[in-house]
């Protein structure tokens, strides 16, 4: 089935401690990214990645890391977590950016205290 | 750059009742155009798409969406509202030929449906 998976789905973490959620797609798909969602600011876009090795800022960058090593993986990390990144976040993949619509995964609800 | 706009941050319809959710853009060319499905605890799932040619587009679960560029919108629309329904809907714009920008997202519209 073509799907992208995060993992994990929940998490609960102490400020400062480091932190990775995977993204995974097996649809060869060139574009990935990441995303945050909060209540009444919708869908803000973390990072993207073009293709392997190929990544940029999106609009709410600060705080977050991303790789691209391989295809398929997109992982978003946070190196010092703060309770201002409490939110629930998404993986989507695409074969081009705008062009064909995104295929999301299905979320990973952080929470820091 | 390309904006969406969703003026309705909630909307309650009766089971049954027809459905029309607003989108308008803003985009110089000609728009990619989506509506997205967001369940509770869910991700967003894809509706339907509008690329080019017939402007009134199908989707999945009984959804439609017109697109009309002379107003600059794609409202969503569904003829009778099940109570399975009830979600977070979101638009969103692509650029047309080039494609190398990201989807922009409106904010959302969150249907609740009452018996």
């Known amino acids: 089935e073509a799907q992208v998976t995060q993992n994990p789905r929940y998490l609960i973490t102490v400020t400062g401690k480091k932190l990775t959620v995977t993204c995974s797609q097996n649809?060869?798909?060139?574009?990935m990214s990441w995303y945050r969602q909060d209540p009444g600011l919708g869908l803000r876009q973390i990072y993207y990645?073009?293709?392997?090795?190929?990544?940029d800022k999106g609009d709410v960058p600060e705080g977050y890391k991303v790789s691209r090593k391989e295809k398929r993986n997109f992982p978003l990390i946070l190196e010092s977590p703060s309770p201002n990144q409490t939110s629930l976040y998404f993986c989507a993949s695409s074969f081009r950016q705008g062009a064909y619509g995104y295929t999301f995964g299905s979320g990973t609800r952080l929470t820091v205290v | 750059a390309q904006s969406v706009t969703q003026p309705d941050i909630h909307i309650t319809v009766s089971e049954g009742a027809s459905l029309e959710l607003r989108c308008n853009y803003s985009?110089?060319?000609?728009?990619?155009l989506f509506w997205y499905v967001q369940s509770p605890g869910q991700g967003l799932q894809l509706l339907l798409k509008?690329?080019?040619?017939?402007?009134l587009v199908q989707g999945i679960k009984g959804f439609e969406a017109e697109f009309k560029r002379s107003q600059s919108s794609f409202n969503l629309r569904k003829p009778s509202v099940h109570w399975s329904d009830a979600a977070e809907y979101f638009c969103a714009v692509g650029a047309g030929r080039s494609g190398n920008t990201p989807l922009v997202f409106g904010k959302g519209t969150r249907l609740s449906v009452i018996a």
């Open positions: 985009y110089g060319a000609t728009p990619y």
């Open positions: 509008y690329f080019s040619g017939d402007t």
């Open positions: 990645s073009m293709n392997v090795e190929v990544t």
């Open positions: 649809m060869n798909h060139e574009y």
